[in-house]
């Protein structure tokens, strides 16, 4: 499933999720985990399958298509002629390296946007309450807290839980957890309701 395939949960469009100080006083804290959110928890969350923007596509269409074009005006006595084994050999050479640069180019930018988000390494929780969980956002020091009726989907990869909510996302990485299958399960469990009001 990719990011843009997640549905928003009852409510989401009017009642966004919150941030708000430790709720220790009320009692209702059920389970805490703590750990280190890093930069590369942020790369995680990145590297998740997102749809690619038209423009995009546009973008890196443009970009083969030049690059077959160049392979075309380089002189003859270095690719051979036109549509002989010699030239195929060329031009598959160009598309392969402009693949290359193109994943060099995004591993890059990915890097600098996690760092971005995580500048350097800090204190995290995630924490289940009898009517929500709350958790570290990656975007801040803020942990936000998500009822049932406003978490849009959980996404599982190898190496971490992801809790969606429109632009929101609780981080929790599966090192903390003795038992991450278990918390999936909880989590879409907890996601369909019941819901405590609506909105």
């Not at 990869?157 to 809790?163: A, Y």
């Amino acid at each position: 499933m990719t990011l843009g395939d997640t549905n928003s949960g009852p409510g989401q469009a009017t009642a966004p999720a919150f941030a708000m100080p430790s709720r220790d006083f009320d009692g209702g804290l059920l389970r805490r985990w703590t750990f280190i959110l890093t930069r590369d928890d942020a790369l995680a969350y990145l590297d998740l399958p997102r749809p690619v923007p038209r423009h995009t596509k546009v973008l890196q269409m443009v970009w083969f298509v030049a690059g077959g074009a160049c392979t075309g005006m380089l002189p003859e006595n270095l690719t051979g002629p036109a549509n002989t084994p010699s030239f195929i050999a060329v031009l598959l050479t160009v598309l392969a390296a402009q693949f290359v640069l193109l994943r060099a180019v995004r591993a890059v930018w990915r890097l600098w946007q996690a760092q971005q988000r995580v500048p350097n390494p800090r204190p995290a929780v995630f924490e289940e309450w009898i009517d929500c969980v709350a958790g570290a956002s990656l975007d801040d020091s803020n942990e936000i807290y998500l009822s049932p009726e406003l978490i849009g989907d959980v996404i599982e990869t190898p190496t971490h839980i992801f809790i969606l909510s429109g632009q929101n996302v609780i981080t929790l990485p599966k090192r903390v957890l003795e038992d991450p299958a278990e918390m999936v399960v909880y989590l879409r469990r907890l996601a369909k309701g019941p819901y405590y009001f609506d909105a």
